[in-house]
């Protein structure tokens, strides 16, 4: 039988690998959780994982077996003070220990060589100007480093480099799952290219700064990805944890247009069709 157990005309059929990308994004980022729903309910399989920033954080939690509804849940109901820990600005106005710890806690205490998904989380060294991919060790330091937006986290100390959010070098890290061998890629950017939203504090302008100068590196990039999904976010800040909820289900409408052309895609590269018509 081929990888995925299927046969053809008594041969042998493996399916493509199918990378998923989660791009950087602030709030936004919990869209992640309903493209994933969309994807799983689908039938579609998800092979390897890249993430930055916010997308590292869900990709983790997927990629070690977390029930979606789990971190659905915990994504809605998680109150700032659990995971924000303000402190006198010096490299930032974040320690970032508590997003260590809950990292931890909720993937306990794993490695990334020991998720059940090959998962890669992206950071960006913030002297050299280079992308870091850690593809092994430590998870929380991995995504600790990930989510560390300059000037609201303080940067991670690590191996000698000075470690900052992923999304500064690579946003969407389409390249990365090129690298890991993915032969069919999804990739899910939950930046608006035209905001509609406020910039009304440090945090929105620190925030929106980042993703006008991601959006430019961005661009030949995405000529990479085989499907883009890109949710309608334009009226949500990058720091409006508290529509959660209206992310997830932008989401879950933005998976649900491509779902048939993901399917098609596998399909025609040798796998198995997946459930298409289930959503």
């Known amino acids: 039988m081929g990888r995925d157990g299927s046969r053809r005309g008594g041969r042998e059929v493996a399916r493509p690998k199918v990378g998923l990308a989660l791009g950087s994004g ?59 820990d303000v402190t006198v600005p010096r490299r930032g106005f974040m320690t970032g220990e508590k997003v260590k710890e809950l990292v931890r806690l909720l993937t306990r205490g794993k490695n990334l060589e020991e998720l059940s998904v090959p998962t890669a989380v992206v ?30 986290f303080e940067p991670v100390q690590w191996e000698g480099r000075t470690l900052v959010d992923g999304g500064v070098i690579d946003r969407i890290p389409i390249t990365v799952l090129e690298e890991m061998g993915a032969d069919l890629i999804v990739a899910v950017d939950v930046v608006p290219r035209a905001p509609a939203v406020r910039v009304e504090n440090i945090f929105d302008v620190i925030t929106q700064t980042l993703s006008v100068m991601e959006r430019e590196l961005l661009n030949q990039r995405l000529l990479a990805a085989d499907i883009l999904i890109h949710p309608d976010l334009a009226d949500i800040s990058a720091t409006a944890f508290t529509r959660v909820q209206d ?33």
Not at 258 to 267: A, F, G
């Open 123 to 152: 950071a960006t060294d913030l002297v050299k100007g280079e992308r870091v991919v850690f593809r092994t060790g430590p998870i929380d330091t991995a995504v600790r480093a990930s989510v560390s937006i300059p000037g609201i």
């Open 26 to 84: 602030g709030a936004r980022g919990m869209a992640h959780i309903g493209v994933i729903k969309v994807l799983e309910r689908a039938g579609i399989p998800v092979d390897l994982i890249a993430g930055s920033s916010i997308g590292s954080f869900v990709g983790v939690l997927y990629a070690g077996g977390s029930d979606l509804e789990m971190i659905e849940q915990l994504a809605t109901h998680l109150k700032r003070k659990h995971w924000l």
């Open 247 to 279: 992310c997830i289900r932008r989401g879950e409408e933005a998976a649900q247009l491509q779902v048939k052309r993901i399917v098609n895609l596998i399909e025609s590269r040798g796998g198995v069709k997946g459930n298409a018509d289930s959503i």
